[in-house]
């Protein structure tokens, strides 16, 4: 079936460095959603991407949405400590417009 | 507006009993999906269910079942609990069917023993 694979599973950063998370679909999404959950807490939706080479920015946070459509990445620069939490992706499970299948996630450490 | 209830947040239950999982989704919101969240196997999709009915299905056996109500709350049954079973029960609910950003509540903490 459909795979959402996500790297790396785990980054541990100093404040104030950059962190990046990558999302690879083996086939092409219709779109992608990103999604962050803290320590204890439970997922939160970030952002949807829909189109071929699509690039959003929410302040520090840029996502990106390849041009083939199956593969994404979400870039946080200067990271601070309240970053800290790990970040999913998620793809439609079906071309039926299923719901989503998510990526393992990224968990995001940062060192003060 | 109101985010996305589920109750009980903990359970505990023993192999072998069965489970009922509730969660209101947020009002207007048709679509309510229910996730298990485990430390090895991340955020696994149960099922989808929209204006009652059940519109997709994750690879879970038969021992997990789901229903919606015409209020469009939602519950999630698990029979015959095993070992295993202990998780995070995670719902979203979110407008539409299918592709749409969806938005969790709390979880409900199960413990099998």
């Known amino acids: 079936g459909q795979q959402v694979m996500q790297i790396p599973q785990y980054q541990h950063v100093q404040e104030g460095e950059d962190f990046t998370t990558y999302c690879n679909s083996s086939?092409?999404?219709?779109?992608i959603q990103w999604y962050k959950q803290r320590p204890g807490g439970h997922p939160v939706f970030l952002i949807q991407?829909?189109?071929?080479?699509e690039v959003k920015k929410q302040k520090r946070l840029t996502f990106q949405f390849g041009e083939a459509k199956k593969n994404s990445s979400l870039h946080i620069t200067a990271t601070q400590t309240t970053d800290v939490g790990t970040y999913f992706c998620?793809?439609?499970?079906?071309?039926?417009?299923?719901?989503?299948?998510f990526g393992d996630g990224t968990t995001l450490t940062v060192k003060p | 507006k109101a985010g996305v209830t589920q109750t009980p947040r903990y359970l505990i239950k023993t192999r072998g009993q069965q489970v009922t999982l509730s969660c209101s989704p947020i009002?207007?919101?048709?679509?309510v999906s229910w996730y298990q969240q485990t430390p090895g196997q991340g955020l696994q999709f149960l099922f989808e269910?929209?204006?009652?009915?059940?519109?997709n299905k994750g690879n879970f056996p038969g021992r997990f079942s789901g229903r919606q109500f015409s209020n469009s709350r939602s519950e999630m049954n698990v029979s015959t609990l095993e070992l295993g079973d202990s998780a995070l029960y995670l719902c979203?609910?979110?407008?539409?069917?299918?592709?749409?950003?969806?938005?969790f509540g709390p979880g409900t903490r199960l413990t099998v023993t």
């Open positions: 998620a793809g439609p499970i079906n071309t039926n417009a299923g719901k989503s299948t």
């Open positions: 979203a609910s979110s407008f539409l069917q299918g592709i749409d950003e969806q938005y």
């Open positions: 009002s207007g919101h048709r679509s």
């Open positions: 086939t092409t999404l219709s779109n």
């Open positions: 269910y929209f204006s009652e009915t059940q519109r």
């Open positions: 991407l829909v189109k071929s080479g």
